[in-house]
Structure formats: structure tokens, C-alpha cells
């Protein structure tokens, strides 16, 4: 088991990201809303207006019938498009393009972000339940793109959310990778658990949302931290 390090952002230094074979890392896995900016960024709040709006034009409900399916759909299917998709028969690309469709300036240029990135070793993947559109845009907003090799997002896992398996396959086999030499970055610890159970090594962000961290303490979490660009500055390099 991969020693497991906590720590805050309460001014002081990191201690050492340790652990048995980091510095041999092959390829980093992200996921992107609420992991590669932080989650006080609330972009959140916008996508959460926009879908309850979406819902209730779409199905003809209040906005609080809207939002009270939203929610369960969400916990239900893993994302509340495809609660949409599997109950409703939603077309997709209509409801990815509203939801999205958001203000990116709460998220500030991370020149400390594009640093650590630059001396991490190995490739770079986004893998998200979001668009490769919308990660696009957020990269761009964080000035970290060039630093990426592709984005792995909802429409090339047709649609079915983490923490599914079997999408966890699709991305290593879409990108050749080595699972016992990735390591997988996520704020939500429930999708920590297939990547953990490929062999890869997992970092879960903490953030305030109490339902993000179900499942942490089950054994797949081998790090957490509330600072992913501080983690990254302490991760050994050859």
C-alpha cells in the first residue's frame, strides 16, 4: 500500500510525496472540474442552474421538480445526462452544449500550475465526465494546455460516466497505457476505485463537498491533498 499523505493548504510546506515507484511514473490522468482548478472556483454553481433550466423546458416541470431529478439522477446514473439519456431519451450534445456554455473567469491563470506540470515526467490526459470542448476552454483559461496530449471525455466513453469499469478500459486501451505506471487524479473518491483496481496509483483532491469524499477510507485513496499544485511540486523527478 502507497503511504497515504495529508496535509492543508495552511502556509507551510508539503512534506515529500513518497511512495513506491512515483518517480517512475509513465502518464498522469486528470479529471477536470474541481481537480485542475479548485473547487472554490464554483463553476459548479453555474452548470447546476443551467441543468435544472434544461430539465425543467425539457420535460415541462417547476424548476424545483427540475432540480429535485436532477440531483437523483445524478446519484442514480453517475451523471444526470445519462439519468436524461436512459430514462428520457435525451439527445446529448444539445443538453452538453447548455450546461457548459458558462463564464470562466472565477478561474484565475495558474502560472504555478503550468510549472509543476512542465517538470512532471510522463504524459498528460484529461479524463472527464465533462465535453472535450469545455475542457478545451478550461485549460486555455488555466494556461496549461500545451502541456496535455489528449482529452478523454463523455462522448469518447459513448456517454457513460465514471465510475463505470469499463470506460477505465476504454481510456487505457484508447491511449496505451501501463495502469501500474499511471497515476489517476480525481476530486470525487468513488472514481478512484476502478483506476485503483487497474493497478494504477491514486490521488483523490479534497474538496468541501461531503458526498466527493464517499469512499475514501475504502482503500483505493492512496494519496489525498487539498492542494493538487503543491502535490505535484513534491513529486520526485529522475
Given at each position: 500500500?502507497?503511504?497515504?499523505?495529508?496535509?492543508?493548504?495552511?502556509?507551510?510546506?508539503?512534506?515529500?510525496?513518497?511512495?513506491?515507484?512515483?518517480?517512475?511514473?509513465?502518464?498522469?490522468?486528470?479529471?477536470?472540474?474541481?481537480?485542475?482548478?479548485?473547487?472554490?472556483?464554483?463553476?459548479?454553481?453555474?452548470?447546476?442552474?443551467?441543468?435544472?433550466?434544461?430539465?425543467?423546458?425539457?420535460?415541462?416541470?417547476?424548476?424545483?421538480?427540475?432540480?429535485?431529478?436532477?440531483?437523483?439522477?445524478?446519484?442514480?446514473y453517475g451523471t444526470t445526462l445519462r439519468g436524461l439519456m436512459t430514462r428520457h431519451g435525451l439527445d446529448p450534445d444539445d443538453f452538453l452544449d447548455h450546461v457548459h456554455n458558462i463564464d470562466l473567469s472565477p478561474i484565475p491563470p495558474?502560472?504555478?500550475?503550468?510549472?509543476?506540470?512542465?517538470?512532471?515526467?510522463?504524459?498528460?490526459?484529461?479524463?472527464?465526465?465533462?465535453?472535450?470542448?469545455?475542457?478545451?476552454?478550461?485549460?486555455?483559461?488555466?494556461?496549461?494546455?500545451?502541456?496535455?496530449?489528449?482529452?478523454?471525455?463523455?462522448?469518447?466513453?459513448?456517454?457513460?460516466?465514471?465510475?463505470?469499469?469499463?470506460?477505465?478500459?476504454?481510456?487505457?486501451?484508447?491511449?496505451?497505457?501501463?495502469?501500474?505506471?499511471?497515476?489517476?487524479?480525481?476530486?470525487?473518491?468513488?472514481?478512484?476505485?476502478?483506476?485503483?483496481?487497474?493497478?494504477?496509483?491514486?490521488?483523490?483532491?479534497?474538496?468541501?463537498?461531503?458526498?466527493?469524499?464517499?469512499?475514501?477510507?475504502?482503500?483505493?485513496?492512496?494519496?489525498?491533498?487539498?492542494?493538487?499544485?503543491?502535490?505535484?511540486?513534491?513529486?520526485?523527478?529522475?
Open positions: 500500500m502507497h503511504k497515504v499523505t495529508k496535509w492543508h493548504m495552511n502556509g507551510t510546506p508539503p512534506p515529500a510525496v513518497t511512495g513506491p515507484g512515483l518517480h517512475q511514473i509513465e502518464a498522469w490522468v486528470f479529471d477536470l472540474d474541481n481537480t485542475l482548478y479548485p473547487a472554490s472556483c464554483n463553476l459548479f454553481d453555474q452548470i447546476d442552474v443551467k441543468m435544472g433550466a434544461f430539465i425543467a423546458d425539457f420535460l415541462g416541470l417547476d424548476l424545483d421538480s427540475a432540480r429535485s431529478l436532477q440531483k437523483r439522477y445524478f446519484l442514480d495558474s502560472p504555478a500550475l503550468d510549472a509543476a506540470l512542465a517538470n512532471l515526467p510522463g504524459r498528460k490526459l484529461i479524463f472527464t465526465n465533462g465535453t472535450a470542448r469545455h475542457a478545451e476552454r478550461v485549460m486555455g483559461r488555466l494556461g496549461v494546455r500545451h502541456h496535455f496530449d489528449g482529452v478523454f471525455d463523455i462522448i469518447a466513453s459513448e456517454y457513460v460516466p465514471k465510475p463505470e469499469p469499463r470506460v477505465y478500459g476504454a481510456l487505457v486501451d484508447l491511449h496505451g497505457l501501463n495502469p501500474e505506471a499511471t497515476v489517476m487524479i480525481e476530486d470525487i473518491a468513488r472514481n478512484l476505485k476502478p483506476a485503483a483496481d487497474l493497478g494504477m496509483t491514486t490521488v483523490w483532491v479534497r474538496t468541501d463537498s461531503p458526498w466527493a469524499g464517499e469512499e475514501a477510507e475504502c482503500g483505493h485513496v492512496h494519496y489525498q491533498t487539498d492542494d493538487l499544485t503543491g502535490w505535484l511540486e513534491a513529486v520526485p523527478t529522475p
